[in-house]
């Protein structure tokens, strides 16, 4: 079975509709309940006992996919149970789930603070194109996040792992738990987006 968390991002595909999107509201060892919006209640709807599903589940460790089944009818108040079933496959093998994403945040080394581009992120690290070329493989530095993205500012030390190009990457080196679930949040609310 995936291991699947309330708040995760659920999207569940049936030939009788394109995708339903949800939230894990509650997890058991056979089956999920789901919570949907109001936007997608035409298509939960349209569902019955016994109908086969394929589920996407966005997890910080990555999207695994499974089959699965419709357990209960969906409710009025926009609760869907479905099985629990085994994971097919690890759409993302990272040890956390990677966004692709543009946009700017801080990078200091030493008393320097210089603008950078974000290009990609994860909860373990980020890809980016500094302002200014300061950097070598090794630095040791603060990355500086600000709170449109994620909420609250983020200050987290970082060393410089490699180069891509005109990119850098960064693997952060002192993060919180807190701070590292803040940005797995990000990274699967910008997914979903994505579609």
């Known amino acids: 079975m995936i291991e699947v968390k309330r708040g995760q991002i659920i999207v569940i595909k049936n030939p009788k509709?394109?995708?339903?999107?949800g939230i894990v509201e509650t997890v058991e060892e056979d089956r999920l309940k789901v919570f949907y919006p109001k936007e997608y209640e035409s298509y939960a709807w349209a569902l019955s006992e016994g109908d086969e599903l394929f589920v996407?589940?966005?997890t910080q460790f990555g999207?695994?996919?499974?089959?699965?089944?419709?357990i209960c009818a969906p409710s009025s108040d926009?609760?869907?149970?479905?099985e629990n079933a085994d994971a097919m496959a690890v759409s993302q093998k990272r040890e956390y789930v990677r966004a692709a994403v543009e946009f700017r945040f801080f990078i200091k080394k030493g008393e320097k603070l210089v603008g950078a581009l974000c290009k990609d992120i994860s909860a373990g690290g980020i890809k980016f194109i500094p302002d200014e070329y300061i950097f070598d493989l090794d630095d040791e530095v603060e990355i500086k996040f600000q709170s449109e993205e994620f909420e609250k500012d983020?200050?987290?030390?970082?060393?410089?792992?490699?180069?891509?190009?005109?990119?850098?990457?960064?693997?952060?080196?002192?993060i919180s738990e807190y701070d590292r679930d803040k940005i797995s949040g990000f990274c699967l609310k910008t997914l979903s987006e994505m579609g």
Do not use: D, Q, W
Request: proline share 2%; with cysteine; hydrophobic share 45%.
């Open 63 to 70: 999207i695994k996919t499974m089959c699965s089944m419709v």
């Open 17 to 21: 509709f394109p995708e339903l999107e």
């Open 56 to 58: 996407r589940v966005h």
């Open 154 to 174: 983020l200050n987290i030390k970082s060393v410089i792992i490699n180069t891509a190009g005109e990119k850098l990457i960064a693997k952060y080196s002192h």
């Open 78 to 82: 926009g609760e869907l149970v479905i």
